[in-house]
Structures are given as structure tokens and as C-alpha cells.
């Protein structure tokens, strides 16, 4: 029987030919096929590969330069376009807010009268003399739709008017958007630890965190906001107006109201600022719990995850009570603004303004109440002359009833009720707008769902 052959007798060495050396490479020519193929790709550098990746992230760095852009860009025009579309509305609330109404307002209306003596038409020309001409008449719109109205046909101001305030309103819409989150992120980031803590601490920082944020984000901005507030309340005519934009306006509150701390820090700008972005950040985490735990049936508490259309309801109901909050607090804060202050010359507004200065919050809101009517819009008390059966019998030399000889006879003074002798609805200027804008957004997150409500509608 024979044994299988060794492998080894199969083995063969390699050949010389496929070993290389530095001295034999310098003084051989390489072949020519290979150096003809690659002929194409001669470069000038030494690391090819090395040129390639970074011409491939200058490529990256270029697009993502230009989408940046880009994205900067639509967001801007985005921004705009909804300003464009907010800020009449919120110019007609405005005025509204800042408008002073004193109860005795409407008593001699020019074209009040029926059929007016010589005493009357002096009276009406006095009451004519004493309004400067850029001045809208008190009282002469009931709500933000009626001012609006009233302010585009108002001859000094006109229909562009309604756009006052635009480029300051989208720049300073842009810088919240652009600060909260901002703000926020730093905020976690300082306050979050490797450490775990209580479920109550979490919480509270989970909710007190976004308020920080928010009024942080709102004193941050604060100064643009008094330049729109004062932009649209002042006056469009051109010979009267103090302010001939936005950084004009800064720049002359700047000189002459006490820089940057009298801007931010003065207490007729700093306690309504903080306090009014306090209530607006906190009211919309803390109402709808409220009113969810009204709503609650069998002990079953309503969230977003269980019940979604009650816990819209909540949120629904808990901004509409908020509003009550906060609508007070935000028209004095516009009061507080539109007073100058330091050196600076007294604002000339296209609506009445309180010729005395209010002397802080308490005392604001003590003298909208006290001082002021809310029946909107004014109506005058006619006023006629006597009868001619009344002149006829006093010729004839018969007694005259008192109530047939007097020259006018008033309508009664409680024609507007309570409304009249109370200033308490000046206070809520620009209710009724928010409502509505709360009940159409209601019906939109019912209809189609989203997570955020009150997307788009903050600025009413």
C-alpha cells in the first residue's frame, strides 16, 4: 500500500519578481500601462484624499450656510406676515386701553343737539376749540373693531395707521421666539444635576422653569414694547408726531428718560413688566388644572392623554378666566407707557390721554375706576326746545306747567346705567376681540387636533 505524497514536495518558493526595493524602484521607470490609466487624476497636492474631504465639507459648509439663510429668511417673511395681519387689531386695542373717558365725556358732543339757542352753539364751539385736530373724539368707538373703523376714517390718520408699530412689533415677536427657548435651555442646564431629586422638586422645576423663561424673555424685550405701545398711540401727523420710528423712538427715550436704567428699571415700567409677564406665563399652566379638577367626573382627573376634548375645554374655560386676570394689569402697564418721563416732551396721541400722570399700578387702577364711564359708544343727551303750545299759552298769559316752560329738557343722566358711573370696562378693553379668538381656536383644535392652541393668536 503506498503513502500519499507530501506537500511538500508541491511547495515552490516565491519568484523574486513580486519583492520590491527602495534602490531598484529609484532606478526602474514604471510600466507604461498603469501610468497611462491614471494619467487623469493628477493633482498638485500630495494628499489627494486628504483634498478631496475637505473640498467635500467646504461643499457642506457652503449649503448649510445657505440654508441657514434661507431658513432665517422665510422665518422673517413668516413673522412678518402674521404681524401684518395682528397688528391692527392690536393697534384698535390699544388706543382702546390707553384712551381716557372721563364720566362727564359726551355731555356736549358737537351735533349733539336737536335743535340748539345761541348758548348751545357757543358751548359746542368751545367743546370744538378745546380737542386738538389729531385727536379722535372720546368715546367714539365701542370696541377694537369700532376703533379700527374709527381710526381709518379719521382724516389725520387714515387707513395706514392701522399698520403703526409693525417693524417693531415683528422684531420684537422675532426675539421672543428666538430668546425663551434660549433662555430656557441655559436655565436647564444650570439647574439640572446627575443627582436625583424628589418628584416635587421636579415638578416644580419642570413648571417654574418656563416661567422664568417667559418673564425673563418679556423684561429682556421690554423696552421694544414701550417703543410700540408709544408708535401706535401717537399721532401720524407729521408736525405733531414725537417719535419718526422705531430707532428714533429708542434712541430719544434713551437721552432723555434716564438711559438704560430708566427704560428698564424705572417702577412705572419695571413692576408692570414683570408683573403682567408673571400672569401671562403662569395662568396658562395653572387655570386649566383648575378648571380640569372642576370637570372631573367619578374621581377621574382629565389630562391630554385621557380625556382630550374635556382637557381642551379646560384650556378653553381656563384662558377665558385668565383673561379676567390679565386684562386689567396689561391696560394699566399701556397707561404707565404712554406717560414720558425726565426731559422728554409730553406724547401727542391720536386719543385722548389722562392729562394727570397716574403714580403707579394701585393708583392706575383706583382712577379707571373712579374717574371713567365704560358705556361705549358715547351717546349725547338730546336736548330740545320748548314746545310752541308752550309759547303759545304764555302769550296768551296763562300759567305755564314747569315741565312745559323749562328752555331744554334733558334726557335722563342714568340712560346708560351702571356702566356709566363706573370705570370698571375700561379696564377690560379688547375682552370681547380675545374671546372670539378663543372660541375660534377652540373649535379649530376640536375640528383638526394640535398640541399648541394658542399658536398664532398670542399676539390678540
Not at 373717558?101 to 368751545?126: H, K, N, Y
Not at 414683570?274 to 382627573?301: H, K, Q
Not at 314747569?402 to 358711573?421: C, M, P, Y
Request: negative net charge; contains cysteine.
Amino acid at each position: 500500500m503506498s503513502t500519499p505524497a507530501s506537500l511538500r514536495d508541491l511547495y515552490a518558493p516565491p519568484s523574486n519578481a513580486w519583492s520590491f526595493s527602495l534602490a531598484q524602484s529609484s532606478n526602474s521607470t514604471p510600466p507604461a500601462p498603469p501610468s497611462s490609466s491614471y494619467q487623469w487624476s493628477t493633482r498638485t497636492h500630495a494628499n489627494p484624499l486628504l483634498d478631496l474631504s475637505a473640498s467635500i465639507a467646504q461643499d457642506d459648509e457652503g449649503l448649510g450656510a445657505k440654508l441657514i439663510l434661507q431658513g432665517l429668511l422665510y422665518s422673517a417673511l413668516l413673522r412678518f406676515s402674521t404681524s401684518v395681519v395682528t397688528v391692527p387689531w392690536d393697534v384698535g386695542k390699544t388706543l382702546l386701553q390707553v384712551q381716557w373717558v372721563p364720566r362727564d365725556a359726551g355731555e356736549m358732543l358737537p351735533g349733539a343737539s336737536l335743535t340748539i339757542d345761541e348758548s348751545d352753539e357757543e358751548d359746542s364751539v368751545l367743546e370744538e376749540g378745546t380737542l386738538p385736530e389729531y385727536v379722535i373724539p372720546v368715546g367714539s368707538a365701542d370696541g377694537v373693531w369700532g376703533m379700527m373703523k374709527r381710526l381709518g376714517r379719521f382724516r389725520p390718520e387714515g387707513w395706514l395707521a392701522l399698520w403703526k408699530g409693525l417693524l417693531t412689533s415683528t422684531i420684537m415677536d422675532g426675539l421672543a421666539v428666538t430668546l425663551q427657548p434660549t433662555i430656557l435651555s441655559l436655565l436647564e442646564a444650570i439647574f439640572s444635576s446627575d443627582s436625583p431629586a424628589p418628584d416635587s422638586l421636579h415638578g416644580l422645576t419642570a413648571y417654574a422653569l418656563p416661567v422664568i423663561s417667559q418673564v425673563l424673555t418679556g423684561f429682556l424685550i421690554s423696552p421694544l414694547d414701550l417703543v410700540r405701545t408709544r408708535l401706535m398711540v401717537q399721532t401720524s401727523m407729521a408736525r405733531h408726531r414725537s417719535y419718526t420710528g422705531p430707532f428714533d423712538a429708542i434712541t430719544q427715550i434713551l437721552t432723555d428718560e434716564g438711559g438704560l436704567k430708566g427704560i428698564y428699571f424705572h417702577p412705572h415700567l419695571f413692576l408692570p413688566t414683570i408683573l403682567d409677564c408673571t400672569l401671562r406665563s403662569l395662568i396658562p399652566i395653572v387655570m386649566p388644572r383648575v378648571v380640569a379638577s372642576y370637570l372631573s367626573f367619578g374621581g377621574v382627573s382629565v389630562t391630554p392623554e385621557t380625556h382630550p376634548f374635556m382637557w381642551a375645554m379646560s384650556e378653553w374655560l381656563g384662558s377665558c378666566a385668565g383673561y379676567l386676570i390679565t386684562i386689567p394689569f396689561e391696560t394699566v402697564r399701556r397707561r404707565l407707557q404712554v406717560q414720558v418721563r425726565g426731559t422728554a416732551k409730553p406724547l401727542k396721541p391720536c386719543v385722548e390721554l389722562r392729562p394727570a400722570p397716574y403714580n403707579g399700578i394701585v393708583d392706575a387702577m383706583w382712577h379707571i375706576v373712579t374717574e371713567e364711564r365704560s358705556d361705549l359708544p358715547l351717546k349725547p343727551r338730546k336736548r330740545r326746545r320748548k314746545s310752541m303750545s308752550a309759547k303759545g299759552k304764555a302769550t296768551a298769559g296763562r300759567p305755564v306747567p314747569e315741565e312745559e316752560g323749562r328752555e331744554r329738557v334733558e334726557i335722563a343722566e342714568d340712560e346708560g346705567g351702571w356702566l356709566r358711573n363706573t370705570g370698571l370696562g375700561q379696564l377690560y378693553r379688547g375682552l370681547g376681540m380675545r374671546l372670539s379668538a378663543s372660541v375660534v381656536v377652540f373649535i379649530l383644535i376640536s375640528l383638526y387636533g394640535g398640541d399648541e392652541p394658542d399658536v398664532g393668536w398670542t399676539e390678540l
